[in-house]
């Protein structure tokens, strides 16, 4: 599918993105993918995906052409497995935060975009994976999505919005459970939850993805935009900055150490 589709002309300096478009047939307006490509690593994001998913969503803004943005993982096991904890390995408290501000910047500018971003979820979706897809307007899954916010299990938080945006999504209780437990949950039950809009069979899932989003192209663009606006318009700006700040904290307990350097390992983490 991906292979039908045009490159997008925006030069991105990443090799771990792929930017392609749909063209939806009437004056030249497209549909975006992005794919974060990064298969061999599940799809994990790194400080250098998310400086450059900020970028193109600022320049995306401008293109009048593009009505919306469908973003999805690379191959059919991941969306995206989450931060990416090798390079977090390495992190002082202060990288911590920078982290988290950075992914935070980029969860936010998702949810306040004026056009439809839409998470296609083809696989795991966890940790940051999960923040982002919970950013996004809508979320479309396959059938073998898996979704959860195993932080805990590394001894850290979620920083990238996930104490913020989930309880929106699907109840303080549901978040809190997904946030704590660090279990990870199918698409049927993230359906049931609220938390994926529709699942579809992994065998052509982006074209049917497509034309889901293809519907709502038809619809007006201002009225959208008004929509998810008022939709989006909370402000939860201290939320954010309490997630940050105990992100950077829990990169100053030992616990960080313990459950990063366990996943590393392959092992198990024995926290004291
Ligand atoms: N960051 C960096 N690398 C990651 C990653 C992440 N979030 N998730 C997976 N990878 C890497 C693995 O380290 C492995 O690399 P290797 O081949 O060099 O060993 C590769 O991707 C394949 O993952 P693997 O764990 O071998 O696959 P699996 O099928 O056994 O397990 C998962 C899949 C998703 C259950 C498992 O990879 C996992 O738990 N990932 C971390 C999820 C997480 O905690 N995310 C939150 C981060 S804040």
């Not at 083809?122 to 999960?130: K, P, V």
């Not at 993805?209 to 663009?221: A, G, L, T």
């Not at 960080?256 to 392959?266: D, E, M, N, V, Y």
Request: proline share 2%.
């Amino acid at each position: 599918m991906i292979e039908e589709l045009n490159n997008y002309n925006f030069l991105t300096e990443n090799d771990n993105l792929l930017l392609k478009t749909y063209n939806l047939g009437f004056e030249k307006k497209q549909i975006l993918i992005i794919v974060v490509n990064r298969e061999k690593s599940l799809n994990a994001v790194n400080i250098d995906i998310l400086k450059s998913l900020v970028n193109i969503l600022k320049h995306v803004k401008n293109d009048s052409n593009i009505l919306s943005i469908i973003l999805t993982g690379a191959g059919t096991k991941a969306f995206i497995a989450g931060a990416d904890i090798k390079s977090m390995s390495t992190y002082d408290p202060e990288d911590a935060y920078k982290y988290s501000v950075l992914g935070q910047d980029l969860v936010k500018l998702i949810n306040s975009f004026h056009k439809p971003i839409i998470a296609a979820v083809n696989g795991y979706a966890l940790g940051g994976g999960c923040e982002i897809a919970s950013a996004c307007h809508l979320r479309y899954a396959s059938e073998n999505s898996i979704f959860g916010q195993p932080e805990v299990k590394l001894g850290i938080i979620a920083g990238w919005g996930g104490t913020v945006n989930l309880k929106r999504l699907i109840g303080v209780g549901n978040a809190t459970k997904l946030l704590i437990s660090g279990d990870t949950i199918n698409c049927d039950e993230a359906l049931k939850m609220g938390l994926v809009n529709m699942v579809f069979p992994l065998e052509n899932f982006l074209s049917l993805v497509i034309k889901e989003v293809k519907r709502f192209c038809q619809n007006s663009p201002n009225a959208i935009k008004n929509t998810l606006f008022s939709i989006n318009s909370s402000n939860d700006d201290e939320s954010y900055r309490t997630e940050s700040d105990l992100f950077r904290d829990s990169f100053k307990h030992e616990d960080s150490r313990i459950g990063i350097s366990a996943f590393l390992r392959k092992e198990k983490p024995k926290f004291k």
